[in-house]
């Protein structure tokens, strides 16, 4: 087994994710059955390779600092599931 | 033959000399779409409306003699790219009611040059998926035979493409989106170099991999489509600053004395044999243009598949942390508080292959499992990167089959996830190592089902995909069919 249904139930939270317990059994089996695939990996001898993070060579991007024209904030709460005012709102945080 | 199965290009010489009007290509367009939509279900909506008053506006700009690359014709938008004040949805519930206040670069650069945009097409959810069965908004069906799979994840606009819905469309491709379903629905599809065609306004799946791409008819169209949204965006980081030539000037130049490199890895066992028997029949039509082919190794393809879920599941769980049921999307009215709030807003507004891949990319990146997993596999990535680096030493570009089989059964393997990621085992290794690949038609199977090969080349060479692809076409000449709706 490389993962556990514990494992599971602590990845989920990890990802705000919550899963029925059938749910579960049905991840931590198809997980296994993935991860069990990419131990393929292990046979490949990568001393002294530096992994690569970029499809092709660039280096960071800047620009200058300068402030540029932003959405109206109108446009931008538009889409809001709720909002007020100039505001998001969500369920309280704390009590 | 009707309006709506014509090329971009032949459909603008008849605009150019007064024989049609974009008016009459929309509306033959929605007549189409009025009498197939119902079978395929390409799109996840249509822009009837604004499509014909785009149209309209077009036809007193050609009346104007201003014709740009695009004036009039009607193209397809995969619904990942985001048009403004037109819902956005990446066929998924927790973006069903998402209405971008922006226009994607891609879409600018259509608009800018002339185009009618016909509505957005259908895909997996969050193009993450190989056969458009895990969109939210219910599956697409191949044109060429309503019960099995057009492809995906772009398996929306490749068979709107296919069966006349539109004249030629845009999708995204992260390990095969554009080049698998375009092979298995007939059509041409070009994945470009990434940082070719920017990003911005592209809803994220995997940043390292994701690039969009056109989907056309013949290969002057891709060149047309290419033309129109390569080149660099101030905007968007990853995009690179690289001249952009121009490729219609390619699609006729022929591939005398050049040569092809063919890997053995993608000759392997498994393979569908009628697919095999078209590859190795476009082998001998490319050889017949002047090229000689010869046989390469890319060693280390046989560890891509593994790479690719570790590395896109890895980027798609910190891309889709967005999605919290605060800023837009799906909010689950039961979260009591904002914990609870984020985790049913997420579990009830994604579907469960999304929920598969951010559940691997989060365990793949979690303490303790960084360097067993997504260290391991951007190492081996890079040896990947390495073999098409040698190879390209020897060869001008590479021919390989598309996909390892024609379209497969709706639902045949929705139940094992592991069998629908190895759809993509021949077009997973060119987003690993960012370098450019156009799929294009290479035959049927003797039960009438499309099959594509595809063409790879090194970093910024999408101008000799057109120049091959160009080449193939024009001398493959296989008979010219269209689906049977």
């Known amino acids: 087994m490389k993962i556990k249904s514990d494992e599971v139930t602590h990845v989920a939270n990890l990802a705000r994710l919550e899963f029925t317990e059938a749910e579960t059994e049905k991840f931590t089996s198809q997980l296994n059955g993935i991860l069990l695939y990419m131990d393929m990996l292990n046979r490949v001898d990568t001393e002294g390779v530096a992994p690569m993070t970029h499809a092709i060579a660039q280096k960071n991007a800047f620009r200058e600092d300068r402030a540029m024209e932003s959405l109206p904030r109108e446009e931008t709460l538009a889409n809001a599931p709720d909002a007020r005012g100039d505001f998001f709102r969500v369920p309280k945080v704390i009590d | 033959m009707d309006l709506n199965q014509l090329t971009i290009h032949e459909l603008q010489e008849k605009l150019k000399a007064g024989e049609t009007t974009s008016t009459d290509i929309v509306q033959s367009v929605f007549r189409r779409i009025d009498s197939v939509e119902k079978d395929v279900h390409a799109y996840i909506l249509l ?6 008053a785009e149209a309209a506006r077009a036809d007193e700009e050609i009346k104007k003699g201003r014709i740009q690359a695009l004036t009039g014709i009607p193209i397809a938008l995969k619904d990942l790219l985001c048009t403004r004040g037109v819902t956005t949805t990446c066929a998924s519930r927790i973006l069903h009611n998402y209405v971008p206040p922006y226009d994607a670069t891609v879409v600018e650069k259509l608009r800018a040059a002339g185009a009618v945009f016909t509505g957005k097409t259908n895909m997996d959810e969050f193009a993450m998926g190989s056969s458009t069965e895990t969109s939210w908004f219910g599956i697409t069906r191949n044109p060429w ?14 068979a709107a493409v296919a069966a006349g819905e539109c004249i030629a469309a845009i999708g995204s491709d992260t390990g095969g989106s554009i080049r698998q379903p375009a092979a298995l629905c007939g059509v041409v599809g070009m994945k470009p170099t990434y940082g070719r065609v920017s990003r911005y306004g592209l809803v994220a799946f995997a940043s390292s991999l994701d690039q969009i791409g056109p989907f056309t008819r013949d290969v002057e169209d891709c060149a047309i489509l290419m033309n129109v949204i390569a080149g660099y965006d101030p905007k968007e980081s990853t995009s690179v600053p690289a001249e952009v030539p121009d490729y219609r000037q390619y699609v006729s130049r022929g591939i005398d004395g050049w040569t092809v490199g063919i890997p053995g890895e993608y000759f392997i066992e498994g393979i569908d044999a009628e697919v095999l028997e078209a590859v190795r029949k476009a082998i001998k039509v490319v050889e017949g243009l002047g090229a ?11 560890y891509c598949l593994a790479v690719y879920y570790i590395v896109a599941p890895a980027e798609a769980s910190s891309n889709l942390a967005r999605y919290d049921g605060v800023k837009y999307g799906f909010r689950s009215p ?3 508080e904002l914990l609870d709030m984020y985790k049913k807003s997420r579990s009830a507004g994604f579907g469960v292959e999304v929920k598969r891949r951010i559940m691997l990319g989060t365990y793949v990146l979690s303490s303790g499992y960084y360097d067993a997993y997504y260290k391991k596999a951007s190492q081996v990535r890079a040896l990947i990167k390495r073999d098409f680096d040698e190879a390209f030493r020897r060869c001008d570009v590479i021919l390989t089959p598309t996909t390892p089989t024609p379209a497969f059964r709706i639902g045949e393997k929705t139940e094992d996830p592991l069998q629908m ?21 290479c035959g049927f199977t003797r039960g009438g089902l499309p099959i594509g090969f595809q063409f790879l080349a090194g970093h910024m060479e999408e101008a000799k995909l057109i120049q091959i692809a160009g080449a193939y076409e024009k001398s493959a000449n296989f008979e010219k069919r269209r689906p049977n709706l």
């Open chain 2, 334 to 336: 039961e979260g009591r």
């Open chain 2, 145 to 158: 035979d309503l019960e099995r799979i057009p492809g995906g994840s772009s398996g929306g606009s490749a």
């Open chain 2, 47 to 52: 822009t009837r409306d604004a499509a014909l």
């Open chain 2, 292 to 302: 000689k082919c010869v046989e390469i190794s890319l060693p280390h393809t046989e």
């Open chain 2, 421 to 441: 990621y190895l759809s993509d085992i021949f077009t997973i290794s060119t987003n690993l190592a960012g370098i450019p690949g156009i799929s294009v038609p």
